[in-house]
């Protein structure tokens, strides 16, 4: 097998179009990091959480989670899984746990507070993550709820990040450099 790079933009935009295509936009998950993150910064803006949403969406492992996650889901509702896994990913298998472990993967990348954050999520489903944790007949969304919950939950603790360093007062160019680190990975 020849060794293909798929440009990291193409996997961006697939990563969004997938979102998109589930019902899921990036303000429904950015109203999930307003609410958690709101107790912390009463002038927090609508709009920086929506930017702390696009930020984590540029970063691989998370568009990684987004492509291997959907496509299980869209397979599910397809009935093209084999059995037993059609069965069990179809009916959101209360002991399946693929989709947590996944989705914490992603989440591993922003720190501990991006890890407690997902707990929380996973245990008291907000905003779209309720919606989309809804069972409805032909639709499946088992992978999906756990991952709008890692984005938000790393979208959240980038922001506690970002606050401290604007405590700190640092440069825009030293908050940059955190960015960049923050996109290995
Ligand atoms: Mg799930």
Redesign the pocket.
Known sequence: MADVHVHSREVTMAAKRLLLERGVSVEDIAKIVYELQIPYKADLKFEECIRSVERVLLKREIQHAILVGVELDKLAEQKKLSEPLQSIVES?EGL?GV??TI?FGAVLGYGSIAVTTFGHLDKNKIGVIHE??KKREGVV??????IVASIAASAASRLAHRLRDEEESLTEREKDIQEEEELIG
Not at 141 to 146: G, K, N, P, S, W
Request: cysteine-free.
């Open positions: 959101d399946f989709d947590e989705a989309l944790d969304h088992t992978f999906l709820d756990d």
